[in-house]
């Protein structure tokens, strides 16, 4: 419709508005005198009520997508008119008999009456044109396919969106046939137009009765507790669970149905959405110069995503993988074109190319993400995880305080408590070495110690995924294995805030929730992909692999950890290791490892972290009992849960 037809019909209704008005003020039986102020009187007072229309920006709001914020504008621009024709009815007022001016009197009662018709003509024509384009686009977008009867599980906020966007969508093919929602308050009660036909707990019968063909969990931010128990009640119905990822997806009153998935395993943990004190978060990154070492890496990748959204002035990406690197590169760069943001192929035990970066870049922020990660890969080569965690950690721990850098952060692992790998040993090693910095640093720096996180490259979520495409067998290496989980964004959300609250030698523990058994996410990947265990596909005990444990801890029962004001974000008791001996320790390690004694090198790294041991593992059917144990101490009322062997 052309701007110029838009005019005229708000002239139009305006002007039919105003003449109502005097109709109904004198019961549709006009003297004459009235016929004559309404002729004299109408021009002006349309006049005026457009140009505060205009005034409002009401022009340029468009009529096909009108909505609620619109509608409260288009009434302030009418009360705004009205108390303007108002105040000129009561000036006129003044104007002594006899005069022409006194027809252009406008009655008050004419007045009350034109706002609320003025109103309602305003918005109705164009919740009109809305309603004329949706039926059209509507009719434009029939399913190709019978719709899919869908049960929508929680009638809240998300859900209404997901319910008004099945209504002018019918290409989706989804057909939604009620809500189920555990408040009794809406029982019964029709959102939408779709009925609350009962709780959770209905469901199964609901599915049978109505011929439900899947169910769409519209809550986007339950714990995963509540996920669980839903899609094992759509398990039990032999109905498929869908799930809209998280409130993300929904921006500015959208929803985006084109990301509903099955319900996935980060679904079934996840937990309580992280709140950050985004103030403090911004100020620690808005403007700054941030380097992130392992940028193109799972951990590594996401704190760049994430650090984009907090607006630094440069973002340098450091990542020895080329491919990785032009990946997360491409993707930042398509997503925030607004940025500076420069790719960076270099090796952190490369001295010459760091020093040469930290020179030319000055970065006020360092996240330290860079590191080998993989247990029994490291095992075979622990040159290679000393060289790369602990003199790669040092060479850029001392550029940061060598260049004057705000803060430096490091990101550690569980394992590196109690070690019992090369791997946690070499964490553990970086740990002390960043912790006797602080000594005499001006630069804040700091640890972030957590568990695993789901779904990282090489970590066993994708690896059961393929084992299960593959037909199986899973295999999990011991019936007894537990491990903490938390989500990647989760934890990246964590290491910023714990990053921005650090004032030097800290090792910050995230709290991780209650510890996993692996078989457990086996069997959880297994049932969500459709199979059965045993009848479908097999479990397969493989033996504990060099390096691991059956468990693992956030701290040790010796340091236990303390409050801080965040509740997700502890921090660990450790008694520091005096800078000198630390140095010792390191020249001893460098020695060791440039003359490739394997044994000169354990001994040597052992000497720097003596609680590293490796230990003897017992065969899958000799698991010993596992217990989760909490130290009681005065002092630390925040401990989070240790899991102790029996």
Known sequence: MLRISQVVIDLVVLSASFALAFLIRFDGDLPAPMVVRLLLTGPYAVALEYGVLFAFGIHRLSWRFIGLPDTRRILAACVSASAILGG????????????????????????????????????????????????????????????????LVGAGEAGVLVARELTSRPDLALRAVGFVDDDPRKAGSVIHGLPVLGTTADL?????????????????????????????????????????????EIVGGQVNLSRMRDVAIEDLLRRDAVTLDREEVLSFVSGKVVLATGAGGSIGSELCRQLCALGPRRLLLVERSENALFNIHRELTAAHPELDIVPCIADITDQPRMSA????????????????????????????????????????????????????VMISTDKAVNPSSVMGATKRAAEVYVQSLAEDSKTRVVTVRFGNVLGS????????????????????????????????????????????????????????????????????????????????????????????????????????????????????????????????????????????????????????????????????????????????????????PLAVRQ
Not at 210 to 230: C, D, E, F, H, Y
Not at 389 to 394: E, H, I, L, M, S
């Open 88 to 151: 000129l009815r009561f000036a006129i007022g003044f104007i002594s008999e006899p005069s022409l001016i006194r027809y252009g009197l406008i009655p008050y009662g004419v007045l009350g009456v034109n706002l609320p018709l003025a109103f309602l003509a305003v918005t109705g024509v164009r919740f009109a044109r809305r309603t004329l384009g949706e039926g059209i686009e509507s009719k434009r977008r029939r399913p190709v396919a019978p719709a899919t009867r869908t049960l």
């Open 204 to 248: 199964p019968s609901l599915c049978s009765r109505l011929r439900v063909k899947q169910a769409l969990i519209t809550m986007p931010n339950v714990p995963g507790s509540v996920v669980r128990r839903i899609s094992k009640l759509c398990e039990s119905a032999r109905v498929p669970a869908k799930i809209i990822p998280g409130v993300y």
């Open 357 to 408: 970066l930290f020179a030319a870049q000055r970065p006020n922020l360092v996240l330290h993400a860079a590191a080998h990660k993989h247990v029994p890969m490291l095992e075979w080569n622990p040159g290679e995880a000393v060289k790369n965690n602990v003199f790669g950690t040092k060479a850029v721990a001392d550029l940061a305080v060598g260049h004057g850098a705000e803060a430096f």
């Open 457 to 640: 490259a090489g970590s066993v979520i994708p690896i059961f995924r393929e084992q299960i495409q593959q037909g199986g067998p899973v295999t999990v290496t011991h019936p007894e294995m537990r491990r903490y989980f938390m989500t990647i964004p989760e934890a990246c959300q964590l290491v910023l805030q714990a990053g921005a609250m650090g004032r030097g030698g800290e090792i910050f523990v995230l709290d991780m929730g209650e510890p996993v058994k692996i078989v457990d996410l086996a069997r959880d990947l297994i049932a969500l992909s459709g199979l059965r265990e045993k009848e479908d596909i097999d479990i397969v005990f493989s033996g504990v692999r060099p390096g691991e444990k059956l468990f693992e801890e956030l701290a040790t029962l010796g340091e236990g950890v303390n409050k801080t004001r965040h509740p997700k974000i502890f921090v660990g008791r450790l008694q520091r290791v005096p800078s000198a001996e630390v140095q010792l320790h390191l020249t001893r390690l460098r020695a060791a490892l440039t003359s490739e004694r394997s044994a000169d090198l354990m001994a040597s790294l052992r000497g720097l972290v003596p609680e590293y041991q490796q230990i003897e593992h017992p065969s899958p059917s000799e698991a010993p009992p596992v217990a989760t144990v909490t130290t009681p101490d005065p002092a630390a009322p925040g401990l989070v």
